[in-house]
């Protein structure tokens, strides 16, 4: 070995006068050490296709897979031009290398098809895709509404214990973050409020607001939110992992329904935790309120608490716990459609979360706006 | 057996006979586990049928399907077991579900089922904190919890050190004996397949068809085809 490091990679071409191409290839070859192109070459056999390639590697130093990259497109060239590929230069390893790479000609019709699109087709394929899916989604629907009728009748096969613990999960272990946000929504919106209503003198107001406000339809609203969040994204990734483990099959060939054993206790179990997480979030944001207005509006406690109790009414807190125990239904629908239409790979599974809290979020507001026009119409 | 408008499969006719081992064999992305699918009501063929004895199972009613499935065990290919259950509570859930028994007669027939499979003791750990090969012992337990008379098994050596692929064929063979239930495996183990097998089938990923069909020992000499033949017999000629 010389003592000196061997220089960086040279491919070299010579023309012989009996049509031969020889390539001179020297240096080290590997994939990190610079350009390995092939231009050369690819300019010789553009201009006048030789009636054989050969190889010179008598200089050639370390070599790895960039160089058989490079022979696989020189082959191909002479392949394409009907030229003759004198491997016999070239390094054993990487004359047998060459070999195996070009040994199975490739499959007709594996390659993807990657056709680009015309716009126009594009929106048509998309509506279509759209169609389905909403047929998708009013199967799964019926097939809730099935196994609801089945398990009022008490014929629905779930575990109780699941039942409990979905409780706790989405009612008991919500309390942190539902009692941080209404509290802070109670606040803010006693703060906008305040500021607004003091330059009238009209302060004490504020309690007025943050009551109705809250009772009405935004504590039902964020807890949704909240739960949207929680509720929906962790229901679509547990069933959608359940899917790639084939858990959903095993229940399925066992007789056992999925939509009655991991649906039907994911919907019950929201529908009766979001109303009292409703009633719990009202609460607090009321609190918020008369923190604002024990500090910035000298309001004492029991002002404020009486302020509030003449503005809302029984009526309102019936309203909007109902609102709360519809988006809960429709949060957990959501999350178990999407967990339920999952795809069979991880980054799948995180798209149908993903989806899940998309999905509820809509629903709930769209929900939300029913609600306001048709309470408005009925003089609610 | 099509995907949207690709087919898969076609023109697959074949009958299962009652005390067959049946092999469902052929190369990597034939469609044998598609095929299993369809057996069990996963997917609905694109066209034709699925009868069990004389019933259709393709054409019938909820209520009446889940009486057949109750006749089945499947073990499938990682077990499948429901991972937010105990192993004994994996295997009780059928028992709890399809049968009368009380729960202590439950819980000791499901420790029953388990050390059968060689898993005595294991009964309150999680599938998560077993082996795969433990695991899919415990999917067996579970497929078996109902005394089925037909059991379908989703490559059921893959991942098994040859010991255990052993064990598990004498564990079939002791099965189709002892229970006299008829067994559908689906895999390429050749192994296997010659040790147990006593039907089969084989599909051809190529042509999208079977193209042999019957016991395997008699396919390796005389089948008609030569791929069947070659994947017989290893690649040799």
């Given amino acids: 070995m010389s003592a000196a490091a061997p220089p960086n990679a040279d491919l070299a071409v010579e023309r012989h006068g009996d049509g031969t191409l020889l390539v001179r290839l020297s240096g080290t070859w590997q994939l990190g050490s610079g350009a390995l192109s092939s231009a050369a070459v690819e300019r010789e056999f553009d201009t006048d296709p030789p009636e054989r390639v050969r190889f010179d590697t008598t200089t050639l130093g370390a070599w790895d897979s960039g160089i058989l990259a490079l022979m696989v497109k020189i082959s191909a060239l002479s392949r394409a031009h009907g030229s003759e590929f004198d491997a016999s230069g070239l390094p054993n390893g990487l004359e047998r290398l060459l070999r195996l790479a070009e040994a199975v000609p490739e499959k007709g019709d594996a390659r993807a098809e990657d056709a680009e699109k015309r716009f126009v087709d594009r929106i048509g394929t998309k509506t279509l895709e759209t169609q389905s899916l909403f047929r998708d989604d009013l199967d799964f629907l019926g097939r809730f509404a099935l196994a609801m009728a089945r398990a009022l009748r008490g014929k629905a096969r779930f575990r109780m214990s699941d039942l409990v613990l979905l409780v706790q999960q989405n009612g008991i272990d919500a309390l942190p973050i539902v009692t941080l946000v209404t509290f802070l929504l109670g606040l803010i919106l006693a703060f906008v409020g305040a500021t607004a209503l003091q330059s009238f003198g009209a302060a004490i107001y504020v309690a007025d607001l943050v009551g109705v406000a809250m009772v009405r339809d935004m504590g039902a609203l964020i807890t949704g939110i909240i739960m949207a969040g929680r509720s929906g994204a962790s229901f679509a990734a547990q069933i959608g992992s359940m899917k790639v483990t084939q858990e959903t099959d095993a229940l399925t060939t066992m007789a056992i329904s999925p939509m009655e054993f991991l649906v039907l206790p994911r919907v019950i179990a929201l529908s009766l935790m979001m109303p009292l997480l409703t009633l719990y979030g009202n609460a607090m944001g009321m609190l918020g309120g008369a923190f604002v207005g024990y500090t910035m509006l000298d309001l004492s406690g029991l002002e404020y608490f009486q302020q509030t109790a003449g503005a809302v009414g029984l009526n309102d807190v019936i309203g909007g716990v109902f609102k709360g125990s519809v988006y809960g239904v429709l949060i957990a629908l959501a999350g178990c459609l999407r967990g339920m239409q999952s795809g069979k790979s991880s980054s799948a599974v995180g798209d149908a979360a993903t989806s899940g809290v998309v999905t509820s979020l809509v629903a709930i507001i769209v929900a939300c706006g029913l609600f306001s026009f048709v309470f408005y119409l009925l003089g609610l | ?237």
Avoid at chain 2, 1 to 16: E, K, P, S
Avoid at chain 2, 124 to 135: E, R, T
Avoid at chain 2, 136 to 155: H, N, T, V, Y
Avoid at chain 2, 175 to 184: Q, Y
């Fill in chain 2, 1 to 237: 057996m099509a995907y949207g408008d690709f087919v898969l499969q076609r023109d697959l006719t074949f009958d299962v006979g009652m005390g067959d081992i049946f092999v469902i064999m052929g190369g990597s992305g034939c469609g044998k586990s598609t095929l299993l699918r369809h057996l069990l009501g996963l997917n609905q063929p694109a066209e034709g049928e699925i009868l069990y004895g004389n019933d259709s199972f393709t054409h019938a009613a909820p209520a009446d399907r889940t009486r057949l499935l109750r006749r089945v065990g499947v073990l499938y290919q990682s077990g499948a077991l429901w991972s937010s259950m105990t192993l004994a509570e994996n295997v009780s859930l059928p028992l709890g579900e399809f049968t009368d028994l009380t729960p202590s007669e439950i819980r000791e027939v499901a420790a029953l089922k388990l050390a059968l499979v060689g898993l005595a003791g294991f009964e309150d750990y999680y599938p998560s904190d077993i082996s795969g090969g433990m695991q899919k012992r415990a999917g067996l337990a579970r497929a078996m919890a109902l005394d089925p008379d037909l059991l379908f098994f989703d490559e059921p050596g893959a991942g098994l050190d040859p010991i255990s692929a052993r064990l598990l064929d004498d564990l079939i063979l002791e099965l189709r004996d002892s229970l006299g239930a008829t067994i559908v495996v689906v895999t390429h183990e050749l192994a296997s397949i010659f040790a147990i097998g006593t039907n089969s089938v084989f599909l051809d990923a190529e042509t999208r068809t079977m193209i042999a069909h019957g016991d395997p020992t008699e396919l390796r000499d005389h089948a008609d085809d030569e791929r069947v033949r070659q994947f017989l017999r290893r690649g040799e000629a």
